[in-house]
């Protein structure tokens, strides 16, 4: 009998902790986890004083352009004109294009002197090669900067192809002096400042020549020497000979 009421009474307690069990955990709380990884990924625990806390990522609204509010434009940096080099002292420093008078042209000319003269208008910056009939070849030329002018009468005593270059020492030692440094000698080519061909005059320094730096056509640029643009000095040093009789004025 004893035996029963301690069995009774221990089924008793089992089945009153089951119903208090199920009583406390009736409703569960709701377990809410942080969707921001920067916060400590926790359960968060509802009831009592401790509420549940839910983090949202701020939302960043894209910036709105006025209707008349200024737009700022980025611009390419400007390219700046060429500038010459050493090799070339005293031309312009910036390139233009040549003027349309100083390409060459067959043109009116009166003169006395036979054809196949070659004439050089030095204050107007033009070379004639006489022609029959009263007329000329006329060409645009650089000529001597100020200091460097001239004038006489010369014949073409050497031509040549692809001149190569030696400056004069008097030039170099000039050019030092402006902290422009020539070399002691430059071969032929497309770098030469002499250009494409050379016509000597005389027993002189000058040069009837091309030149690398065609927007100095038309300027008086030089030391001396009577510049053309390659083109054109190909052209003329396929008209005339050795021998040819040149006047500079």
């Not at 955990?25 to 926790?42: C, E, F, G, K």
């Not at 509420?51 to 509010?69: C, I, K």
């Not at 040549?98 to 003169?111: F, G, N």
Request: glycine residues 10%; positive net charge.
């Amino acid at each position: 009998m004893m035996k029963q009421l301690v069995l009774a009474a221990a089924l008793f307690g089992i089945f009153s902790t089951a119903a208090l069990a199920d009583d406390r955990y009736a409703t569960r709380p709701p377990v809410v986890l942080s969707p921001d990884l920067t916060a400590p990924w926790i359960n968060q625990l509802g009831g009592g004083t401790v509420r549940p806390v839910v983090y949202q990522r701020p939302v960043v609204q894209p910036q709105q352009r006025g209707l008349f509010q200024r737009r700022i434009i980025r611009r390419a940096p400007q390219v700046t004109p060429q500038t010459v080099s050493a090799i070339n002292p005293g031309i312009p420093s910036i390139r233009h294009p040549i003027e349309p008078q100083y390409l060459p042209q067959m043109v009116d000319y009166d003169t006395t002197e036979k054809p196949g003269t070659i004439v050089i208008d030095t204050n107007n910056r033009f070379l004639y090669l006489v022609m029959q009939g009263g007329k000329a070849r006329r060409y645009g030329v650089g000529v001597g900067k100020p200091g460097f002018e001239w004038a006489g009468a010369h014949k073409i005593t050497r031509k040549t192809e692809w001149p190569d270059w030696t400056p004069p020492s008097e030039m170099i030692s000039r050019e030092a002096a402006k902290g422009h440094y020539l070399p002691a000698r430059m071969d032929g080519g497309a770098e030469n400042p002499l250009g494409a061909r050379a016509m000597y005059l005389g027993s002189t320094l000058y040069r009837i020549h091309g030149t690398n730096a065609p927007w100095s056509i038309g300027s008086a640029v030089s030391s001396g020497c009577i510049r053309l643009r390659n083109e054109d000095v190909v052209d003329l040093y396929d008209r005339v000979s050795v021998g040819t009789r040149v006047i500079v004025m």
